[in-house]
Every structure is written in C-alpha cells, then in structure tokens.
C-alpha cells in the first residue's frame, strides 16, 4: 500500500498560470479531501468528495476546482493562479465517517506563486 | 458549525519533561477526536483518537483525556524526547459531519 500520493512535490507558478496537483489514493476510500496550509498556520478544507462523481465545497474553495471520475483519485485544479495561494497544499483520504473517522495525508506539494 | 481551540500555540519543554496541549470544542454532536502529528515537511499522521464514550486513552508515552460536559480533551506526552518535536494538531468529528475540524496547531520544540 503507498497510501495517499501526490504529485508534484514542490512547483513555482507565474501569476494567471493554471495547474493541477494530483492525488491518488490506493485504500479504495470514499472520502477524499483537499487542505491547505499555510506557513505556521492550520489546515484549511478547500474540497472534499464523498464518493465518485461527488464533490462539495470546503472553507476555502474559491480560485479551486475538483473532480471525482475514479474511486483513487482527485485532482485540485487552480486556475488563474494568485499570490494567495502559495501554500502547502495536502490531499486526505478517508473510509468515511459511518465506517471510520481516520483521515490519511499525504505528503503535500509546495506551490509557490510569484 | 464546529469550531476547535487549540492552545498553546508553541510550547518549548526540556527533554523528559511532560507536555500537555488543550484543545475545546464546541458541537456537543462532535464524537470523535483524534491527534495528528505532523514532522516537518511531511503530512500529519494520526498518533492517538478517542471516542466519546470513554475518558481516557493511552499508547505508551502518548494520553489523551476528554471532559464531554466541559468540552474540551487534551493531548499528554510524557518523557519527551527530542523526536517528539513536531506540529500537533487537535480535530473534532461527528456523524454525519463530512470532514474533521481542526485546531490551529501547537508546535512543541523539545530541547536536548
């Protein structure tokens, strides 16, 4: 089991450019989120999915999209991306709060927006 | 919605020492709490949970208490080592609730 991936690790952005941060989970999990950290700071939900093909809002989800096509993965995509979004960005996942509450990270990716 | 405290939010020990962090919730529907500790530059990793229905759990040199009347549950380690020193971060959930809350984080630095 890798558990929770992500890719990339780190990545520099111009302002206005657009990417995707990939995760991929291999538990076959329902839940599945997206936080943001940044520096000396909590974690923030930007996005979280219940299942495939279902997706909702978190506390920060402006200047963000998902989807949800495959039970193992959720892609977070930024477009237009700002200054405001560099951060550290971690993907979860979860068996799902009937079954189980633990949440899993995984490593994070660095974006940095200048 | 659920809204978790957590304090302090740094907290320097000597090694062997004992360290506490405090964590409030206010849902009373929240039944699940759970510790996460994250090293730098990585994700957290779960370190200990408890569920409502009991006071007190422990896992070596890791505790942690909940007070459901007065809402808050606390993280105790004891005989700190100097690879202890990490962020930690409280979280509450509940069912039916979709996602955990999370505490703002305590960053404990535990001095050789």
């Known amino acids: 089991n890798a558990g929770v991936t992500q890719t990339p690790k780190f990545r520099i952005l111009k302002i206005g450019q657009s990417m995707t941060l990939q995760c991929t989970q291999d538990m076959n999990h329902n839940y599945m989120y997206w936080y943001r950290q940044d520096p000396g700071m909590g974690l923030k939900l930007i996005y979280y999915s219940v299942g495939a093909g279902i997706t909702d809002k978190g506390e920060v989800p402006n200047g963000y999209n998902v989807s949800r096509s495959t039970t193992e993965d959720f892609p977070l995509r930024l477009e237009l991306a700002a200054p405001s979004q560099t951060s550290v960005y971690f993907c979860?996942?979860?068996?799902?709060?009937?079954?189980?509450?633990?949440?899993?990270f995984g490593p994070g990716t660095r974006l940095t927006v200048t | 919605g659920e809204n978790v405290e957590q304090h302090p939010s740094t907290l320097s020990v000597q090694e062997g020492d004992s360290a506490v962090i405090k964590c409030t919730y206010s849902?009373?529907?929240?039944?699940?709490f759970p510790w996460y500790k994250q090293e730098l530059g990585k994700g957290p990793q779960l370190i200990i949970d408890?569920?409502?229905?009991?006071g007190e759990k422990k896992d070596q040199r890791i505790a942690v208490t909940l007070n459901k009347t007065a809402k808050h549950f606390s993280l105790h380690i004891t005989e700190t080592q100097p690879e202890d020193s990490a962020v930690y971060f409280c979280a509450a959930g509940a069912p039916g609730r979709r996602a955990l809350t999370f505490g703002s984080g305590t960053r404990l630095q535990v001095q050789p």
């Open positions: 408890i569920r409502s229905n009991v």
């Open positions: 979860a996942s979860s068996l799902g709060t009937s079954v189980s509450y633990e949440q899993y």
């Open positions: 849902d009373s529907a929240s039944n699940y």
